[in-house]
């Protein structure tokens, strides 16, 4: 056992704190991380303010996480000391289920093991990447490639693969027509990685405010959905529309804008249902969907795809003691386009 540094929370209304951790000392199949980059996902702003349920402090989140390999277990393969790697959203499923074995261990039909406000296979609670080091078992481990900096690619564990798999699942490419709903954190990675695969892509934000960022990322196209005329002109446009934003959205107007056969995939999660009209998708055959973050093997395809296309998120490195200004700042979408801690910092 290594107790190392972190941030940590206390509740929902607390501000972060200093704190120490305890991580496990290092199985057979275990890397020991010294974390040098965390990104901030809005994710957990929700997790640290208990809106996606209760939850139990502290809690250190972070699950964006960059650094470098510093110690290996006994049996670890895939990794050495030196190595740069990243880890996401989960570190551990079951890996025996179908959904694991096709490697979509994101839907592991246990439940994977979150990268905080989890318990891990030991029954410990797993904590985050606001801290120095974490220890993760090497299949949940991933390879940054060189040319992408590790502060850049912190997003990538997130933000990236949550953009990358359904624009993937879904067949982004040459010939498509993509509109990302919201030009946050997902967002933007969303427009770059889509404007990569080859599709024509839109944003549809809420005023025209960042559209010259949004042209920059890649879009051909941007409107604001405060205009009503917006939804008339672009009615039965596209073929895949990916909503990031995590608030309620009036989603029937949204679908009102797929093409016959076309889907609209939710990655951000609002607490609260959305109500959907069932004639909103008979009329063109239209799919309402979710997708959540992406499997192991397909988030070292989107990093790769990333260090191929020379794509990496737009970041505001920030310090440790700036995080409760930074959720502020995120809630605000006063964020370009993603907040990274420099975990030497912490
Ligand atoms: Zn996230
Ligand atoms: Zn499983």
Redesign the pocket.
Known sequence: MVMVKARAVDGPDKSFREAEIQRRDLDSTDVLIEIKFAGI????IHTARGEWGEIQYPLVPG??IAGIVTDIGSGVTKYKVGDRVGVG?MVDSCGECENCQKGEEQYCLKGNVPTYAGVDKYGEPTQGGYSTHIVVTEGFVVRIPDSIELDAAAPLL??GI?TYSPLNHWNAGPGKKVAVVGLGGLGHMGVKIAHAMGAEVTVLSQTLNKKEDGLAFGAAHYYATQDPKTFEKLAGTFDLIINTVSAQIDINGYLSLLTLDGALVNVGAPPEPMPVHVMSLIGHRRTFAGSMIGGIRETQEMLDFCAEHGIAPSIEVISADDIDDAYERVLASDVKYRFVIDTSTI
Not at 41 to 44: N, Q, W
């Open positions: 996902c809005h994710s957990d699950h964006e959203c997130c933000a949550t």
